[in-house]
Structures are given as C-alpha cells and as structure tokens.
C-alpha cells in the first residue's frame, strides 16, 4: 500500500496490522510489531520529504515481516540517543522489540523491515 502519511497514520496502520495478526493467528506478535512499525512511520514523517512511503505487510512461515520503503537514499543506523534527548530512540526501539530489522538500499530509495518470529 502507498501512503502519504502524517502525525495519525500509524494508529491506522497499527489497526491494520493487528487485523491481519488476528487474522493470521499472530494475535502474540501485535504489540512488537505494531510498536516497530509505529517507530518507522515516525522516521518517514519526520525525515522524508513529502511524507510518501509504501507498507508491505507479510505472512511469513516463520511469523511476520513488515517493509515501509520510501524515495529518501541513505544509509539508517540505531543509535544510542542521550538521556535528555527528546527523539533519536526510535531504531533501538525497533531493535529491542523485533527478531530482526535492517534496510535494503535500492537506487530510488530504501526500504526498512523488521521480522518478529511466531
């Protein structure tokens, strides 16, 4: 799905999310994926101009993959973000909740995706 996202998108993407989990009998995954996918909507809002960026959610055998690709080219790190900081957590986040998460650079963009394991 395509997306011009904004500061509400991922409370509807979350409900999106938990009907397939629920439909796929991933109801235990809900709540780390639906955070992870929470962080990477932010970081679209936030850093891409435009704010467009596609979801692909995925039944996977061994749980659940999530992608957000957007047309911003560049390297993304987790980082560790100063106590005081008011953002800069996000990745870690996603790091902490998820089985696996990383990025795939394409020409055009790139496309963040995390993996929780059933």
Not at 107 to 112: N, Q
Request: hydrophobic fraction near 45%; aromatic fraction near 6%.
């Amino acid at each position: 799905m395509g997306f011009t996202v904004g500061e509400h998108s991922a409370g509807h993407m979350r409900r999106i999310l938990r009907i397939y989990l629920t439909r796929w009998e991933l109801d235990r995954l809900a709540d780390p994926a639906a955070l992870a996918l929470t962080e990477l909507v932010a970081n679209v809002v936030r850093h891409v101009p435009g704010r467009r960026c596609s979801v692909l959610m995925l039944r996977e055998p061994y749980g659940v993959r999530v992608e957000v690709a957007d047309a911003v080219p560049g390297t993304v790190i987790a980082k560790c973000a100063d106590p005081l900081d008011e953002s800069g957590r996000g990745l870690a986040l996603v790091e902490a909740v998820t089985d696996r998460w990383g990025v795939d650079e394409r020409a055009d963009g790139k496309t963040v995706w995390f993996e929780c394991d059933a």
